[in-house]
T-cell receptor
Protein backbone atom coordinates (compact mmCIF):
# COMPACT_ATOMS: atom_id res chain seq x y z
CA UNK A 1 0.00 0.00 0.00
CA UNK A 2 1.21 3.49 -0.84
CA UNK A 3 -0.85 4.90 2.05
CA UNK A 4 -1.66 8.60 1.64
CA UNK A 5 -0.10 10.36 -1.33
CA UNK A 6 -0.11 14.07 -2.11
CA UNK A 7 0.77 16.10 -5.19
CA UNK A 8 2.48 18.39 -5.86
CA UNK A 9 5.32 18.38 -3.31
CA UNK A 10 5.99 22.07 -3.75
CA UNK A 11 4.32 24.94 -5.56
CA UNK A 12 4.74 28.68 -5.90
CA UNK A 13 1.59 30.67 -6.62
CA UNK A 14 1.07 34.32 -7.40
CA UNK A 15 -1.50 36.26 -5.40
CA UNK A 16 -4.95 35.71 -6.88
CA UNK A 17 -4.13 32.45 -8.65
CA UNK A 18 -5.99 29.23 -7.95
CA UNK A 19 -4.84 25.66 -7.59
CA UNK A 20 -5.92 22.23 -6.45
CA UNK A 21 -3.92 20.11 -4.02
CA UNK A 22 -4.42 16.44 -4.68
CA UNK A 23 -4.74 13.72 -2.04
CA UNK A 24 -5.29 10.01 -2.59
CA UNK A 25 -5.41 7.11 -0.14
CA UNK A 26 -5.45 3.40 -0.97
CA UNK A 27 -6.48 2.05 2.44
CA UNK A 28 -10.24 2.23 1.80
CA UNK A 29 -10.60 4.69 4.67
CA UNK A 30 -13.90 6.47 5.10
CA UNK A 31 -12.54 9.59 6.78
CA UNK A 32 -10.18 12.05 5.15
CA UNK A 33 -8.77 15.34 6.44
CA UNK A 34 -6.90 18.41 5.30
CA UNK A 35 -4.60 20.24 7.72
CA UNK A 36 -2.29 23.21 7.34
CA UNK A 37 0.88 23.82 9.31
CA UNK A 38 2.43 27.25 9.61
CA UNK A 39 6.12 27.55 10.55
CA UNK A 40 6.84 26.47 14.12
CA UNK A 41 3.20 25.66 14.81
CA UNK A 42 1.06 22.58 15.16
CA UNK A 43 -1.43 21.45 12.51
CA UNK A 44 -4.85 23.03 12.11
CA UNK A 45 -7.82 21.26 10.52
CA UNK A 46 -9.19 22.91 7.37
CA UNK A 47 -11.86 20.46 6.17
CA UNK A 48 -12.73 16.84 6.65
CA UNK A 49 -14.92 14.23 4.98
CA UNK A 50 -16.72 11.25 6.50
CA UNK A 51 -17.34 9.57 3.16
CA UNK A 52 -17.94 10.20 -0.53
CA UNK A 53 -20.21 13.20 -0.99
CA UNK A 54 -20.00 14.37 2.64
CA UNK A 55 -17.67 17.14 3.80
CA UNK A 56 -17.57 19.55 6.72
CA UNK A 57 -15.56 22.54 7.90
CA UNK A 58 -12.75 22.35 10.38
CA UNK A 59 -11.07 25.08 12.39
CA UNK A 60 -9.71 27.21 9.50
CA UNK A 61 -11.86 26.69 6.34
CA UNK A 62 -11.89 30.25 4.92
CA UNK A 63 -10.33 30.52 1.47
CA UNK A 64 -10.58 26.79 0.73
CA UNK A 65 -13.04 24.37 -0.83
CA UNK A 66 -13.18 20.59 -0.93
CA UNK A 67 -15.11 17.86 -2.66
CA UNK A 68 -15.19 14.08 -2.24
CA UNK A 69 -16.58 12.20 -5.20
CA UNK A 70 -14.77 8.92 -4.47
CA UNK A 71 -13.53 7.11 -1.36
CA UNK A 72 -9.92 7.43 -2.52
CA UNK A 73 -9.62 11.11 -3.45
CA UNK A 74 -10.05 14.29 -1.44
CA UNK A 75 -8.79 17.37 -3.34
CA UNK A 76 -8.37 20.76 -1.69
CA UNK A 77 -9.07 23.82 -3.82
CA UNK A 78 -7.54 27.24 -3.16
CA UNK A 79 -9.35 30.09 -4.85
CA UNK A 80 -7.71 33.51 -5.09
CA UNK A 81 -4.50 32.61 -3.28
CA UNK A 82 -3.29 35.03 -0.61
CA UNK A 83 0.09 35.29 1.18
CA UNK A 84 -1.64 34.11 4.38
CA UNK A 85 -2.13 30.73 2.69
CA UNK A 86 1.61 30.15 2.53
CA UNK A 87 1.93 26.98 4.55
CA UNK A 88 2.54 23.24 4.43
CA UNK A 89 -0.61 21.25 3.73
CA UNK A 90 -1.11 17.72 5.00
CA UNK A 91 -3.78 15.27 4.00
CA UNK A 92 -4.70 12.43 6.35
CA UNK A 93 -7.11 9.51 6.48
CA UNK A 94 -8.59 7.14 9.02
CA UNK A 95 -10.94 4.19 8.83
CA UNK A 96 -13.44 5.79 11.20
CA UNK A 97 -13.56 9.11 13.06
CA UNK A 98 -13.54 7.55 16.51
CA UNK A 99 -11.24 8.95 19.17
CA UNK A 100 -9.37 5.65 19.40
CA UNK A 101 -8.57 5.67 15.70
CA UNK A 102 -5.16 6.38 14.15
CA UNK A 103 -4.84 9.00 11.44
CA UNK A 104 -2.37 8.35 8.62
CA UNK A 105 -0.71 11.38 7.09
CA UNK A 106 0.69 12.13 3.68
CA UNK A 107 4.11 13.72 3.08
CA UNK A 108 2.71 17.22 2.63
CA UNK A 109 2.55 19.93 -0.02
CA UNK A 110 4.62 23.07 0.57
CA UNK A 111 2.87 26.13 -0.85
CA UNK A 112 4.39 29.58 -1.24
CA UNK A 113 2.15 32.47 -2.27
CA UNK A 114 3.98 35.55 -3.53
CA UNK B 1 -11.71 21.15 24.37
CA UNK B 2 -9.34 19.66 26.87
CA UNK B 3 -5.85 21.05 26.33
CA UNK B 4 -2.39 19.63 26.75
CA UNK B 5 0.81 21.24 28.00
CA UNK B 6 4.24 20.02 26.88
CA UNK B 7 7.76 21.40 27.28
CA UNK B 8 8.92 23.25 24.19
CA UNK B 9 12.11 21.25 23.86
CA UNK B 10 14.11 18.41 25.38
CA UNK B 11 17.51 16.90 24.79
CA UNK B 12 18.66 13.34 25.10
CA UNK B 13 21.80 11.34 24.52
CA UNK B 14 21.78 8.55 21.99
CA UNK B 15 20.93 5.10 23.38
CA UNK B 16 19.56 6.55 26.61
CA UNK B 17 15.87 6.47 27.62
CA UNK B 18 13.77 9.56 27.06
CA UNK B 19 10.70 10.55 29.06
CA UNK B 20 8.48 13.11 27.34
CA UNK B 21 5.86 14.56 29.71
CA UNK B 22 2.38 15.86 28.93
CA UNK B 23 -0.05 17.54 31.30
CA UNK B 24 -3.77 17.39 30.61
CA UNK B 25 -5.47 18.39 33.83
CA UNK B 26 -8.89 19.02 32.20
CA UNK B 27 -9.10 15.63 30.47
CA UNK B 28 -12.55 14.06 30.44
CA UNK B 29 -13.18 10.48 31.43
CA UNK B 30 -13.59 9.31 27.86
CA UNK B 31 -10.76 11.20 26.12
CA UNK B 32 -8.07 9.10 24.48
CA UNK B 33 -4.44 10.19 24.84
CA UNK B 34 -2.59 10.04 21.54
CA UNK B 35 1.05 10.68 20.72
CA UNK B 36 2.26 11.53 17.24
CA UNK B 37 5.67 12.62 16.07
CA UNK B 38 6.82 14.65 13.12
CA UNK B 39 10.26 14.07 11.68
CA UNK B 40 11.85 16.97 9.77
CA UNK B 41 10.04 17.72 6.50
CA UNK B 42 7.58 14.86 6.94
CA UNK B 43 3.96 14.41 7.90
CA UNK B 44 3.01 13.43 11.45
CA UNK B 45 3.37 9.77 12.32
CA UNK B 46 1.36 7.84 14.90
CA UNK B 47 3.36 6.65 17.89
CA UNK B 48 0.98 5.29 20.51
CA UNK B 49 -2.32 5.91 22.26
CA UNK B 50 -4.13 4.85 25.40
CA UNK B 51 -7.17 5.46 27.58
CA UNK B 52 -6.47 4.43 31.16
CA UNK B 53 -3.84 1.69 31.26
CA UNK B 54 -0.19 1.90 30.33
CA UNK B 55 0.52 0.81 26.77
CA UNK B 56 3.54 -0.63 24.99
CA UNK B 57 4.30 -1.06 21.32
CA UNK B 58 7.40 -1.52 19.21
CA UNK B 59 8.08 2.20 19.09
CA UNK B 60 7.44 3.38 22.65
CA UNK B 61 5.62 3.04 25.93
CA UNK B 62 2.88 5.27 27.28
CA UNK B 63 2.57 5.72 31.02
CA UNK B 64 -0.72 7.27 32.15
CA UNK B 65 -1.10 8.70 35.64
CA UNK B 66 -3.74 7.13 37.83
CA UNK B 67 -5.84 10.33 37.81
CA UNK B 68 -5.21 10.67 34.03
CA UNK B 69 -4.16 14.29 34.42
CA UNK B 70 -0.75 13.60 32.95
CA UNK B 71 1.03 11.07 30.79
CA UNK B 72 4.58 10.27 29.72
CA UNK B 73 5.84 8.96 26.43
CA UNK B 74 8.88 6.76 26.96
CA UNK B 75 11.42 6.00 24.26
CA UNK B 76 13.50 3.22 25.73
CA UNK B 77 16.69 3.82 23.75
CA UNK B 78 16.77 7.05 21.79
CA UNK B 79 18.41 6.98 18.37
CA UNK B 80 19.32 9.87 16.09
CA UNK B 81 16.27 8.94 14.00
CA UNK B 82 14.03 9.75 16.97
CA UNK B 83 14.84 13.46 16.69
CA UNK B 84 11.44 14.99 15.95
CA UNK B 85 8.60 17.09 17.33
CA UNK B 86 6.38 14.99 19.59
CA UNK B 87 2.73 15.91 19.98
CA UNK B 88 0.47 14.85 22.83
CA UNK B 89 -3.18 15.05 21.72
CA UNK B 90 -6.47 14.34 23.46
CA UNK B 91 -9.28 12.91 21.36
CA UNK B 92 -12.92 12.63 22.32
CA UNK B 93 -14.49 9.23 21.52
CA UNK B 94 -16.74 10.33 18.69
CA UNK B 95 -15.24 13.59 17.53
CA UNK B 96 -13.32 13.96 14.30
CA UNK B 97 -11.05 16.77 15.28
CA UNK B 98 -7.47 16.27 16.38
CA UNK B 99 -6.01 19.45 17.88
CA UNK B 100 -2.24 19.76 17.62
CA UNK B 101 -0.35 22.03 19.98
CA UNK B 102 3.23 23.15 19.41
CA UNK B 103 4.62 19.85 20.75
CA UNK B 104 8.04 19.05 22.22
CA UNK B 105 11.08 19.24 19.98
CA UNK B 106 13.38 16.35 20.91
CA UNK B 107 17.05 16.65 20.08
CA UNK B 108 19.16 13.49 20.30
CA UNK B 109 22.89 13.96 20.74
CA UNK B 110 25.38 11.36 19.55
Amino acid sequence: NAGVTQTPKFRILKIGQSMTLQCTQDMNHNYMYWYRQDPGMGLKLIYYSVGAGITDKGEVPNGYNVSRSTTEDFPLRLELAAPSQTSVYFCASSLTGRGSETQYFGPGTRLLVL
Amino acid sequence: DAKTTQPNSMESNEEEPVHLPCNHSTISGTDYIHWYRQLPSQGPEYVIHGLTSNVNNRMASLAIAEDRKSSTLILHRATLRDAAVYYCILREPSYNDMRFGAGTRLTVKP
